[in-house]
Structure formats: structure tokens, C-alpha cells
T-cell receptor, first 111, second 119 residues
Framework: DAKTTQPNSMESNEEEPVHLPCNHS???????IHWYRQLPSQGPEYVIH???SNVNNRMASLAIAEDRKSSTLILHRATLRDAAVYYC????????????FGTGTRLQVTL | GAVVSQHPSRVICKSGTSVKIECRSL??????MFWYRQFPKQSLMLMAT?????????EQGVEKDKFLINHASLTLSTLTVTSAHPEDSSFYIC???????????????FGQGTRLTVV
């Protein structure tokens, strides 16, 4: 599987935007970029995914670099409930749809 | 969104006993379910892929005789930790994907997790 690299942790103030980076320099043309987050003591939840174009949904935005070797998850206004570990995952063709989790980024949100 | 229910959410058992964890897809059919294990401060590690009506596929290093997986229907998969020991204490999480629309761009749905403590 193609590997992703994320910072171990980030901090944000409440009500401020947060940009969570992810490097995936070995991404292949058919890899989708998925983001999941895991709140404390819970299972992961889907945030957003994309292939080439930037994507927006009610939770976040995903900005994908033109060469697709990096992407950024954008939370427009962080709240205390957004404190979680955010995982950037590539889904490669032929892997029976399984998700392989890296170490993710632990986001702390403070007042 | 689709819901995956996992039960129990928390269980304490004695060393040497077996524990069964259930994972149900409540509003969709799941041909494939996945079981993960997560130790404190660590990421999720895939244990096995559970396919309805066939044997599960285990990841390297996971003992299939210790972690028994049964996927008897399109909405239920179970993980049984047999002869549990304290080192099996962990957070177990299941995941399911819908049987239709199983392309690479579809999201996965996760259960809320089961915290197993073996004493």
C-alpha cells in the first residue's frame, strides 16, 4: 500500500480554521484519498474523500495538490468536538477495500 | 448515514475464558466486514477480513484459532477471543462496507468499538 505521512500532533484554537496536511508521494493514479477521524474511545468515522479535485462536504474540505502527492484536510471552524485523531488513508485498487491506518494526527482544540 | 452496531461496548472477563463480540450492520447488507484491534496510544491494526459465507482472511501474525470469526449473514459478523489472556486486553473495532457500491471511493462504516479487559 502507498504510504502516507502526517504530523503526529497539531493544536488549534476554537473557532479557528485548521489545516491538516498529508503527504503521499508514492500515490498511484487510481488511489483515492480518504480521511477518517477517531474521537476518544470511539470507532473511526468517515470525514471526506477525493481523487483529483478538491471536495467539500458539511464536515470539511479536502484540498488535493495538482500532482496528488499531498493533500490537506480543512476544518473551517474548529470546535472542541473536533478534537480527535485524523487519519489520511489511500485506497489502492486490488486491496479488497480494506483500510490501512497509519499513525494519524492528533488534533487538540483549545478555548 | 449507515450504522454499524457493535456489542458489547465494554467487557471484563477472567483469564482463560472466551469472549464474543458482535458486529451488526443495521441498515445495509455487508458482504465484507473487517476487524481491527487498537492498543492504547496506537493506531488501528487490521486483524482479519470477514466474508459472508466463507472463511475469514487473517493478517500476518494474527492467530486464527485464537480469534474466531464468523460471518453467518449479510448483517452480522462475530469475533470470539478464545482463552483470553491479559495481553489480549485491547479496543476491538469492526467495520463494514455496503455490498453494493463497493468501489474504492465508498466510505467504510465503523462500530463504536469494544473495550476488552482480561483480568
Amino acid at each position: 500500500d502507498a504510504k502516507t505521512t502526517q504530523p503526529n500532533s497539531m493544536e488549534s484554537n476554537e473557532e479557528e480554521p485548521v489545516h491538516l496536511p498529508c503527504n503521499h508521494s508514492t500515490i498511484s493514479g487510481t488511489d483515492y484519498i480518504h480521511w477518517y477521524r477517531q474521537l476518544p474511545s470511539q470507532g473511526p468515522e468517515y470525514v471526506i474523500h477525493g481523487l483529483t479535485s478538491n471536495v467539500n462536504n458539511r464536515m470539511a474540505s479536502l484540498a488535493i495538490a495538482e500532482d496528488r502527492k499531498s493533500s490537506t484536510l480543512i476544518l473551517h471552524r474548529a470546535t472542541l468536538r473536533d478534537a480527535a485523531v485524523y487519519y489520511c488513508i489511500l485506497r489502492r485498487d486490488g486491496t479488497a477495500s480494506k483500510l490501512t491506518f497509519g499513525t494519524g494526527t492528533r488534533l487538540q482544540v483549545t478555548l | 448515514g449507515a450504522v454499524v452496531s457493535q456489542h458489547p461496548s465494554r467487557v471484563i472477563c477472567k483469564s482463560g475464558t472466551s469472549v464474543k463480540i458482535e458486529c451488526r450492520s443495521l441498515d445495509f447488507q455487508a458482504t465484507t466486514m473487517f476487524w481491527y484491534r487498537q492498543f492504547p496510544k496506537q493506531s488501528l491494526m487490521l486483524m482479519a477480513t470477514s466474508n459472508e459465507g466463507s472463511k475469514a482472511t487473517y493478517e500476518q501474525g494474527v492467530e486464527k484459532d485464537k480469534f474466531l470469526i464468523n460471518h453467518a449473514s449479510l448483517t452480522l459478523s462475530t469475533l470470539t477471543v478464545t482463552s483470553a489472556h491479559p495481553e489480549d486486553s485491547s479496543f476491538y473495532i469492526c467495520s463494514a462496507r455496503a455490498s453494493t457500491g463497493m468501489g474504492l471511493n465508498t466510505e467504510a462504516f465503523f462500530g463504536q468499538g469494544t473495550r476488552l479487559t482480561v483480568v
